[in-house]
């Protein structure tokens, strides 16, 4: 704001200087009148200036693209537990995309794993990485399979309406970022319709998506994802062992072939649109008192370690006789805290 205000000043006085010299004497309603028209054009051409614009309005493509990278980057590394592969895919992925000023299509991200693993959670750091009001963004969209297409019977009417918000929403930004949630309960055959966005045209009624960002949420596939974890631990390896090829293939499959899915037998997964699919793994006791200690620090509270350790005991724990994993990650942590912090 120093640099507005300076920049006002400055041309409010080299607009007043001649109307200043002694020389001639200006009847006082003309000086208002010129006074009030040089800090109207100075005010003009500041707020025309596009970064100084962003001060006063949200702005697409509203944070340069590496303080984007670095904020989800930092973001992640602070926030988010037990995901390293999640960290490490999704901060490249997102970090390329955003640095590279010739993308051939938009950027396709399908996140999978049980409830309480952390999807909604990287979903809102993408949009508060790129921009400052995060999911409150009006660059920013998010559809609930189960709220905005509830009904089978009306597929085709869902399918002209998300097409015509898509087509309507990239007309004004480029850089729009869309969230499809619940994509395990969303109707089969739906997401196809924004197939045509996905792909490698570089313009569709002479409109470029190849800068838009496609984020999918979905649960199918975390049976598969747990079974890579058991082995991984059965065999004595960490999970941090775990790199993207051991789930990549195996998940794609997984998510295609579940007809629970709203990704079955999709042409988005067919012609290979999705750019990566990126498994949560399900989080361990240790996680789980990660996540409580962050939420009570967040809370203003003294971390007291008894309660601590009480919420992540009362969590349960699969499969029933190792009892490795929380069957709801960290979902429950801010219930439980309202019991004992009231």
Not at 62 to 76: F, G, I, P, S
Not at 268 to 285: K, S
Request: net charge positive; glycine share 6%; proline share 3%.
């Amino acid at each position: 704001m120093k640099l507005w205000w300076g920049a006002l000043r400055a041309a409010l006085v080299l607009a007043l200087l001649p109307l200043l010299r002694p020389a001639n004497a200006v009847e006082p309603i003309s000086l208002g009148l010129a006074i009030a028209g040089a800090a109207a054009s100075a005010l003009t051409g500041i707020i025309s200036y596009p970064r100084l614009y962003c001060y006063f309005r949200e702005c697409c493509l509203q944070r340069h693209d590496q303080r984007a990278a670095a904020a989800l980057q930092e973001n992640l590394d602070r926030k988010l537990f037990g995901q390293h592969l999640v960290n490490k895919v999704v901060v490249k992925a997102v970090k390329g995309f955003l640095n590279n000023t010739n993308a051939k299509k938009p950027l396709a991200l399908s996140l999978h794993g049980w409830t309480g693993t952390g999807k909604n959670f990287v979903s809102r750091i993408v949009a508060e990485s790129i921009y400052k009001r995060g999911l409150q963004s009006k660059y920013v969209h998010q559809f609930v399979a189960t709220l905005h297409f509830p009904h089978a019977h009306s597929i085709n009417l869902y399918k002209d309406q998300l097409q015509s918000w898509i087509r309507g929403n990239v007309s004004i930004c480029p850089r729009s970022l869309f969230i499809f949630d619940e994509m395990d309960k969303m109707h089969a055959g739906l997401i196809d319709s924004i197939k045509p966005f996905l792909d490698y045209y570089e313009l569709l009624d002479g409109v470029s998506y190849r800068q838009a960002i496609f984020i999918f949420l979905s649960n199918a596939g975390a049976e598969k994802i747990t079974e890579v974890a058991l082995d991984f631990w059965r065999n004595g390896k960490t999970r941090e062992d775990i790199q993207l090829a051991d789930m990549q293939n195996a998940l794609s499959v997984s998510v295609f072939n579940n007809k629970n899915s709203g990704f079955w037998h999709s042409t988005l997964i067919d012609r290979n649109l999705i750019d990566y699919f990126v498994p949560f793994l399900p989080l361990e006791y240790k996680h789980v008192k990660m996540c409580v200690r962050v939420e009570i620090e967040s809370r203003g509270y003294v971390v007291d370690e008894d309660i601590l350790t009480r919420i992540a005991d009362e969590m349960t724990y699969f499969p029933r006789e190792e009892r490795i994993y929380s069957d709801k990650g960290c979902k429950t942590v801010d219930a439980k805290l309202d019991y004992y912090y009231d």
